[in-house]
Each structure stands twice: as structure tokens, then as C-alpha cells.
């Protein structure tokens, strides 16, 4: 029997974050290291080991994890950060570059990382531009595999203050994911769960080089489970 696939996941208190850790209960293949700033609940059945440790000692947590892959879910909003463009870059753009520079050097072969829909460089969004860029600096670093997930609203029970205009949006969500054809498919809702399914089914995958996924993608994937 081969040796369980070691992940460290990053991010570990998000909605995604969360999302992984339940669904890895039912993954005996992998051994999974959650990295966080603050304690979280485990799922029941967990059978994970999670760090502790303040943003500016991750890199050392990443290496400690041994990983074979590293996911980032990290991620804010603007409004979360009262509109101040400088705290949201140091949490999507500097503290996910730094987590995956420290997965590079703990040796890690695969990097998969929550991104967004519309993510460019070139947008006129700050908040896609700053994914955007992100995205081309991640490819720079040449991990032997580069997954990128570019989902579009995220549906799941999230922690903290209520954000009613998010809520409404989820309500919504499914009513307007059956308007949303042909390229505007990619924009459609999706599950925290269908995203941690397709995040760990990723995990692991030998095939090497670059790879976006966006809704039909995630569809395609949990279908072969």
C-alpha cells in the first residue's frame, strides 16, 4: 500500500478551508496538515494534524508539513478591510505569494490555489486584477504542477459578521446560474463543498504543467468521482 499523499493546506478558517477538512474525513489516501493563525474545530473522524502560528512563521509551518502538495486558500474582500487597497493586497497578493514560495522551497511538486472568476492582470477591477496578477506570479514559480481555480460566487455557512449582500446573492444564486449560458457558464455559483471535492481530487494528480479550472471544469471533475 503506497504512502498517503501530504497535503498542508493554508487558509485552514475560510469557507473553503473548512470545506477541505470535512471532506478529507472521507479521503484515507491523504494525510492532511492544516496551517492556521487561530483554532478551528475539527470535523468528526479527522485524522489531521493542525499548526498554529502567526502569519510571519508559515513558511516555517508549510515546511514542517512535509508536503507533497500545498493548497492556498487565503483570501478577503475589500469591504472586509474597509476598502483599504494596501490590507487587501497584503492578504490576496503578498501572504499567498509567500505561502507558495515556502511550499516551493518545502519541496512541494503541486500548488493549488482558490482564485476567481474573471481573474486578469489587465482588469479593470481592482480585485480580479489583483488575482490576476497573483496568478502570473504564481506560474513564475514553476511548480512542477500549478492548479488554479477560478469559481464564481461561493455558496456555504461562512464564520463571522453576516454580509447581507453576499447572503442575497446565494439565495439568488441558483435562479441566475440557470440564465448565465454559453462563456457566462464560468460565472455560475458554487458549493464550499464541490469546490474542497474538486480540490482534493486534484490533489495529487501527476500530470504536469498549468492548469485553470473553471465551472464546467469542476463539473467534469466531480462527475468521475
Not at 508559515?58 to 483570501?75: E, F, N, Q, S
Not at 488575482?131 to 506570479?137: I, L, R, S
Request: charged share 25%; net charge positive; hydrophobic share 45%.
Amino acid at each position: 500500500m503506497s504512502d498517503p499523499t501530504r497535503i498542508v493546506l493554508v487558509g485552514a478558517t475560510g469557507l473553503i478551508g473548512r470545506a477541505v477538512m470535512a471532506e478529507a474525513v472521507n479521503c484515507p489516501d491523504i494525510h492532511l496538515v492544516a496551517v492556521a493563525r487561530r483554532e478551528v474545530p475539527l470535523p468528526k473522524g479527522a485524522r489531521m494534524e493542525m499548526l498554529l502560528s502567526d502569519t510571519e512563521h508559515w513558511p516555517d509551518a508549510i515546511a514542517a508539513g512535509r508536503p507533497h502538495t500545498v493548497i492556498i486558500a487565503l483570501g478577503t474582500t475589500i469591504k472586509a478591510v474597509g476598502g483599504d487597497k494596501a490590507a487587501f493586497r497584503a492578504v490576496d497578493h503578498d501572504l499567498v505569494l509567500e505561502c507558495a514560495a515556502a511550499a516551493k522551497a518545502a519541496g512541494a511538486r503541486q500548488l493549488i490555489v482558490v482564485s476567481s472568476v474573471g481573474a486578469e492582470f489587465a482588469a479593470k477591477n481592482f480585485y480580479l486584477s489583483v488575482k490576476g496578477e497573483v496568478e502570473d506570479k504564481l506560474a513564475k514559480l514553476h511548480f512542477e504542477r500549478l492548479d488554479l481555480l477560478r469559481p464564481g460566487l461561493l455558496r456555504g455557512h461562512r464564520e463571522g459578521p453576516a454580509r447581507p449582500a453576499e447572503r442575497l446573492g446565494m439565495i439568488l444564486s441558483p435562479l441566475v446560474d440557470l440564465l448565465m449560458l454559453g462563456k457566462l457558464r464560468r460565472y455560475r455559483s458554487a458549493r464550499d463543498k464541490d469546490i474542497a471535492r474538486v480540490i482534493l481530487s486534484l490533489a495529487g494528480a501527476k500530470q504536469r504543467g498549468r492548469f485553470i479550472h473553471h465551472h464546467d471544469e469542476f463539473r467534469r471533475i466531480l462527475h468521475r468521482r
